[in-house]
Nanobody
Framework: QVQLVESGGGLVQPGGSLRLSCTASGSRFTIYTMGWYRQAPGKQRELVAAITSGRDPDYAASVKGRFTISRDNAKNTVDLYMNSLKPEDTAVYYC???????????????WGQGTQVTVSS
């Protein structure tokens, strides 16, 4: 089995910064894409940013220029650096990995438990 463990959420004032981290661990696996999604109350879960090895990262239009995603393949980690935070960034942020467990013929999506980010004065 594979676990994704997130850290780094919390309360921050508008204009502030936060860093979210996620580490994948468990069975032997190959990760194709890692990313961050978020879900605000009453809204659908949406992609924030994702990164696939060898390709440029993808960002939601609402966070482009403010958020940066980075990945360490050797450590199976993905970080999300969030700057110039706005109240509308308030949501539960979920780490996601599209990965294939060793000896499996296909990949699947795995999710972390979520971490709350609240932007408020």
């Amino acid at each position: 089995q594979v676990q994704l463990v997130e850290s780094g959420g919390g309360l921050v004032q508008p204009g502030g910064s936060l860093r979210l981290s996620c580490t994948a661990s468990g069975s032997r696996f190959t990760i194709y894409t890692m990313g961050w999604y978020r879900q605000a109350p009453g809204k659908q879960r949406e992609l924030v940013a994702a990164i696939t090895s060898g390709r440029d990262p993808d960002y939601a239009a609402s966070v482009k220029g403010r958020f940066t995603i980075s990945r360490d393949n050797a450590k199976n980690t993905v970080d999300l650096y969030m700057n110039s935070l706005k109240p509308e960034d308030t949501a539960v942020y979920y780490c996601n990995a599209d990965l294939r467990i060793a000896q499996s013929s296909s990949s699947n999506d795995y999710w972390g438990q979520g971490t709350q980010v609240t932007v408020s004065s």
